[in-house]
């Protein structure tokens, strides 16, 4: 009897741990399939990327993206903390990882970090490949081709990763509106002409350059529609082509004050830009000069607020 009451027992036990596996097969299956679903692929100029929803740990070397998760109240974990825009300020609390320069990862400092995802942009696309071994890397770069399509779906994949949609869509509206308001005000027959200030030199950009947002996407006509846009770096020019264009704007992107001068301070740019000869011109004369803030148009352009802010900048100009 007594055996029989063993036997009934373990045979009872059995279904109960063949029951208990039985579920626990069932929740690593239901597991396994929420996870593929949380995994969002992500199409960008070097391929497409997997990449986890609400990543966790974020390495971001784009200040334009970075700016927009900002915006979105997205955290992010590690950043280059060296040239961070003065707007942006708050990463360079040592709550944040820094991970090197925009130039010069540090490689060691990622791997420290093992982050969910790398973000970055052109001034790291050599090293897309590095990167990639660390973590799921996507490169969200402005196209300065079609820009206000190319930041327009960078903010909506920032949005889809990170569940923000609505609010990333919401954002997207208001400088969208911003944009074509600032193109209604535009007088066509206005001239500008875009140069970026450098060590004492500068250099012309026109259509579909790195700043060619002004003429491309805001209405403001090219005082020379032949600059070769092909170089980041744009067109190397001299003040006597300046008075030769004779533009009636001219929108200047002082790199030196954002670079190489100390905590922004004045760079003598003005004093390099206003000389004899740039004094001859109708930007000049009419009080046209203007002094784009490089934190938004030479470090961050392509996020939220920086492009909300070059609106902003060129609106306020063009209305003097």
């Known amino acids: 009897m007594k055996k029989s009451l063993i036997a009934i027992m373990f045979a009872l036990f059995t279904i109960v741990l063949a029951a208990c596996g039985a579920q626990d097969d069932k929740k690593d299956e239901s597991n396994g399939s929420k996870e593929e679903q949380k995994t969002i692929t992500v199409k960008h100029d070097y391929g497409e990327t997997k990449v986890p929803a609400n990543p966790k740990k974020v390495v971001v070397f784009d200040f334009g993206t970075l700016d927009t998760m900002n915006k979105l109240g997205i955290d992010v974990t590690g950043v280059p903390q060296d040239n961070v825009p003065s707007y942006l300020k708050e990463y360079k609390d040592s709550k944040y990882k820094n991970v090197g320069g925009l130039k010069e990862p540090d490689f060691e400092a990622i791997n420290e970090i093992q982050p969910d995802l790398i973000i970055i942009s052109g001034r790291q696309a050599d090293s897309y490949d590095k990167f990639s071994e660390i973590a799921p890397t996507i490169y969200m770069g402005v196209d300065t081709k079609d820009y206000m399509k190319s930041f327009e779906s960078n903010v909506k994949t920032i949005g889809q990763i990170f569940d923000k949609e609505k609010q ?128 938004y148009w030479y470090l961050s352009g392509g996020g939220l607020e920086s492009v909300a802010e070059m609106v902003n900048e060129v609106s306020s100009a063009i209305t003097k």
């Not at 300046?242 to 100390?262: C, G, H, I, M």
């Not at 301070?265 to 000069?289: P, Q, R, W």
């Open 168 to 295: 990333a869509n919401k954002e997207l509206s208001a400088v969208k509106d911003s944009v074509q308001q600032l193109k209604d005000k535009v007088d066509p027959d206005k001239k500008g002409l875009i140069i970026l200030a450098s060590g004492g030199k500068i250099s012309a950009y026109g259509t579909q350059s790195r700043f060619g947002i002004i003429h491309d996407e805001f209405g403001v006509t090219p005082s020379d529609k032949n600059i070769d846009s092909k170089s980041p770096h744009g067109q190397t020019a001299s003040f006597e082509y300046v008075l030769k264009q004779n533009p009636d704007y001219l929108f200047v992107v002082d790199r030196d004050k954002v670079v190489t001068s100390e905590d922004g301070k004045d760079s003598g740019a003005k004093k390099t830009v206003e000389n004899d000869l740039v004094k001859k011109t109708n930007a000049y004369k009419d009080g046209h000069i203007v002094y784009l803030d490089p934190n």
